[in-house]
C-alpha cells in the first residue's frame, strides 16, 4: 500500500510515512497515559468502633502525610500525628469530634467541598470503606484511641 510507486516523489511517500509514524506515537503516548493512572485503593473492612492508631492513623500514613507533615503542611495541616491534626490549619479545625458533618477533613475526604478537587489532592479517592471508617471514628468522639 504505501510501496513507492515510480514516477512519485519520495517526499510525499516521507510525508504518509511521517503522518502516520505521528499518529502511532500520540495513541502510544495516550495509552502510557491510561497505564499512568493510580491504582483503585486498596479497600478495608467497615469497623463500628475504629480505633485511631489502628484503623485512621495507617490511611493519613499512606494517603496524606507526604503533603500534610512539618516540613510541608499544606495549608498549614499536619497529618502525622493526633495532636498536630487535632490542631487543625490555619483557618482553625478540620475534625469536630461527634459532628462529621461539620468536619472539613471528613468533608474534603468525600469530595463534598466546592473549593477544591476533594483529598487527596488531584488523586483517587479514598475507598468507600476508608472513609467510612473515617466518620464512624469521628462521630464517637475522634478519640486518640
Ligand atoms: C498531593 C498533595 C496532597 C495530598 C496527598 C493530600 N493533600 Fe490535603 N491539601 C493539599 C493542598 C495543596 C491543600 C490546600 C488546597 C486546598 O485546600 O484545596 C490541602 C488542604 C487540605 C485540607 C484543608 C481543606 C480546606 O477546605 O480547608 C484538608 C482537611 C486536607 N487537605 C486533608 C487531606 C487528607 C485527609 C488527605 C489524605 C486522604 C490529603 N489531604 C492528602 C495537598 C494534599
Not at 59 to 75: L, Q, S
Not at 84 to 103: L, N, T
Not at 117 to 141: K, T, Y
Request: hydrophobic residues 35%.
Amino acid at each position: 500500500m504505501f510501496r513507492i510507486r515510480p514516477g512519485k516523489p519520495y517526499t510525499l511517500h516521507f510525508c504518509w510515512v511521517a503522518a502516520l509514524g505521528m499518529l502511532t506515537l500520540l495513541l502510544a503516548g495516550c495509552q502510557h497515559l491510561d497505564i499512568e493512572q493510580p491504582a483503585p485503593r486498596r479497600d478495608t473492612a467497615v469497623k463500628q468502633s475504629p480505633s485511631y492508631s489502628q484503623d485512621i492513623q495507617p490511611i493519613f500514613t499512606e494517603y496524606c502525610v507526604k503533603c500534610h507533615n512539618p516540613r510541608d503542611a499544606h495549608k498549614g495541616l499536619r497529618l502525622d500525628t493526633y495532636q498536630a491534626m487535632m490542631r487543625g490549619h490555619k483557618d482553625g479545625p478540620v475534625i469536630v469530634p461527634g459532628r462529621p458533618e461539620d468536619s472539613i477533613l471528613l468533608r474534603n475526604v468525600k469530595r463534598e467541598t466546592a473549593a477544591s478537587s476533594g483529598m487527596p489532592f488531584h488523586q483517587e479517592p479514598l475507598a468507600r470503606n476508608q472513609v467510612q471508617n473515617i466518620e464512624n471514628w469521628v462521630r464517637q468522639g475522634a478519640l486518640d484511641n
